[in-house]
Each structure stands twice: as C-alpha cells, then as structure tokens.
C-alpha cells in the first residue's frame, strides 16, 4: 500500500521561496494525478495544484503564477516549488491524489511565512 510523506516545509520570510516533496513509498504512475493541498489555522483544507501522469498542470487562481508542481515519476516524487510566499500562503501543505483519498492523507509539513 503506497504511503504519501511530505517534506520541506519551515519559516520563511514574506517574498521568499520553498520547495517542498512528497516522496511516495511506491509507484506514483500507478496511483494517477497527483495534487498538493493546504490548511490554514481555523480554515477549511483546499486544493492547491495537480500535476498529470504526462505533467501536464493546473492551479487554484490564489497561488497560479507563483507556485510550480512537477514530478519525477522516477523517483515517485513530487514537488511544489513556491516563489513570493505571501503570509496567506501559511499553512500545512498535504499531497494526495486528485481527487483525495482518505488513505493517502499524511502528517503534511507546516509553512509558515512571516509579514
């Protein structure tokens, strides 16, 4: 059974950058797209990006122009590279399939970003 784990979070100032991985305990060609999602304190998780098996990408309007999504199904991994982080980027950032699946729910790694 595949295990999702993320990774790369921290405490980063207003305009900077993070780079964040999920590295998957198995083939993530088999499990299909694959999307980052977030949860802000006292907020409602949400979608952030999905990324295809063939690469192809798509974004929420809110971090569209600053955030990249990309795997190496080689190394059954994906990343979230995010570029002016802004405070209301703050959050624990989750992977997952697209859409969800409750059994791929991991810890996420927390994203602070500082005004």
């Known amino acids: 059974q595949v295990q999702l784990v993320e990774s790369g979070g921290g405490l980063v100032q207003f305009g900077g950058s993070l780079r964040l991985s999920c590295a998957a305990s198995?083939?993530?060609?088999?499990?299909?797209?694959m999307g980052w999602y977030r949860q802000a304190p006292g907020k409602q998780r949400e979608w952030v990006a999905r990324v295809t098996v063939g690469g192809s990408t798509n974004y929420a309007a809110s971090v569209k122009g600053r955030f990249t999504i990309s795997r190496d199904n080689a190394k059954n991994t994906v990343y979230l590279q995010m570029n002016s982080l802004k405070p209301a980027d703050t959050a624990v950032y989750y992977c997952n399939v697209v859409p969800a699946i409750l059994r791929f729910w991991g810890q996420g790694t927390q994203v602070t970003v500082s005004s």
């Open positions: 198995g083939s993530i060609v088999s499990i299909g797209d």
